[in-house]
């Protein structure tokens, strides 16, 4: 199995960017597809971004589009999730997930999360 390790969270003020980080470890030799979620106070979890084992494929949620880029270096088992223009709506912990095979979005492993605030 992989593990998944995020980082990159923190305060913004509306308007700002930040670069999540999710490391892999463990069985990633093997290819897997990785994904973000969020989550929100009071708020079901929701799917943000994922990207393809290879990286030629990503995929995401309406409201992100055109400001969230999802990429990922397998060099260094690291998928990254670029926000730019920040929205206080944006504010939530969010999880890196992965998964091998055809699962999709990925999901069936998940981070410890990482806390996203964004000030208005």
């Known amino acids: 199995q992989v593990q998944l390790v995020e980082s990159g969270g923190g305060l913004v003020q509306a308007g700002g960017s930040l670069r999540l980080s999710c490391a892999a470890s463990?069985?990633?030799?093997?290819?897997?597809?990785v994904g973000w979620f969020r989550q929100a106070p009071g708020k079901e979890r929701e799917f943000v971004a994922a990207i393809s084992s290879r990286g030629d494929s990503t995929y995401y949620v309406d409201s992100v589009k055109g400001r969230f880029t999802i990429s990922r270096d397998n060099n260094k088992n690291t998928v990254y999730l670029q926000m730019n223009s920040l929205k206080p709506e944006d504010t939530a912990v969010y999880y890196c997930?992965?998964?091998?095979?055809?699962?999709?979005?990925?999901?069936?492993?998940w981070g410890q999360g990482t806390q996203v605030t964004v000030s208005s």
């Open positions: 997930t992965a998964s091998y095979g055809s699962t999709w979005p990925p999901s069936d492993y």
């Open positions: 463990g069985r990633t030799s093997t290819s897997y597809a």
